[in-house]
């Protein structure tokens, strides 16, 4: 017996407006990030989590569950940010198994300069197209739909809107 609860008609049209908004959201701070900074919008988002993190410091599997990012995938994005002298690899204090990635004054001071135009750009992208409700209400939502997903993959301070 086929129990599976399809969408309606009109929930297929949010979904698919969802999912479109959410691609070009993402690819226009991509670009904006890119032109601006020479800076990948991911890599931007790492260093924003551990400029957020107590000593700018993070364990790597921490870091890609917030990330929402498999450990290899983060652990190239981390290779690059360290190359680039953005970030530090240093061993685990408590667990000799972990590693962790700890934001450079360096990599602070990229993402001092990337910040203005970025938050420009989410403004211009999202807040100033909404009313004060709209906001209060988009920030309701989003933290009802993260309540009910996975607690590892949500930044920090991410359900502190509503």
Known sequence: MDDTRW??????EVWRTFITM????VDTLDKQLQRDSALPYTYYEILVVLSHAPDRSLRMSELAGLRGSSRSRLSHAVARLESAGW???RECPTDKRGSLAVL?????????AAAPGHVTAVREAIFDRLSPEQVRELGRISATV???????QCLPGSRELG
């Open 7 to 12: 969408l309606t008609e009109a929930e297929q």
């Open 146 to 152: 993260l309540d009910g997903l996975d607690p590892g």
């Open 104 to 112: 450079t004054d360096k990599g602070f001071e990229v993402l001092a």
């Open 22 to 25: 959410l691609g070009a959201l």
């Open 87 to 89: 970030v530090e690899r």
